[in-house]
């Protein structure tokens, strides 16, 4: 089994930065193309970066282009989301996601609550 763990979530003010990890198990993390996914109270989820395998090629949305950076450490299993210039509208549940391509997510972490205050 793969199983994903986010953390890094909390309160901020407008303005302000946040660093959230996806630790991922197994051995199979060097494989994925590895996502980051958000979804706000009352809306459908929206992937907001992806980062490929091994040439770490990204992907943002633009609501967050430029503001957000993904990046990934194979070695140490884990992929990280540093978030800038945070918004209040960046408030939502934050998730962690793999899989062997872009078009298909397998693997999902539980969530980590993002909130920031106007």
């Known amino acids: 089994q793969v199983q994903l763990a986010e953390s890094g979530g909390g309160l901020v003010q407008a303005g302000g930065s946040l660093r959230l990890s996806c630790a991922a198990s197994?051995?199979?993390?060097?494989?994925?193309?590895m996502a980051w996914f958000r979804q706000a109270p009352g809306k459908e989820r929206e992937v907001i970066a992806t980062?490929?395998?091994?040439?770490?090629?990204?992907y943002y949305a633009d609501s967050v282009k430029g503001r957000f950076t993904i990046s990934r450490d194979n070695a140490k299993n884990t992929v990280y989301l540093q978030m800038n210039s945070l918004k209040p509208e960046d408030t939502a549940v934050y998730y962690c996601?793999?899989?062997?391509?872009?078009?298909?997510?397998?693997?999902w972490g539980q969530g980590t609550q993002v909130t920031v205050s106007s």
């Open positions: 197994g051995r199979a993390f060097s494989t994925f193309v």
């Open positions: 980062i490929s395998q091994v040439l770490g090629r990204t």
């Open positions: 996601a793999g899989g062997p391509n872009s078009r298909v997510y397998d693997y």
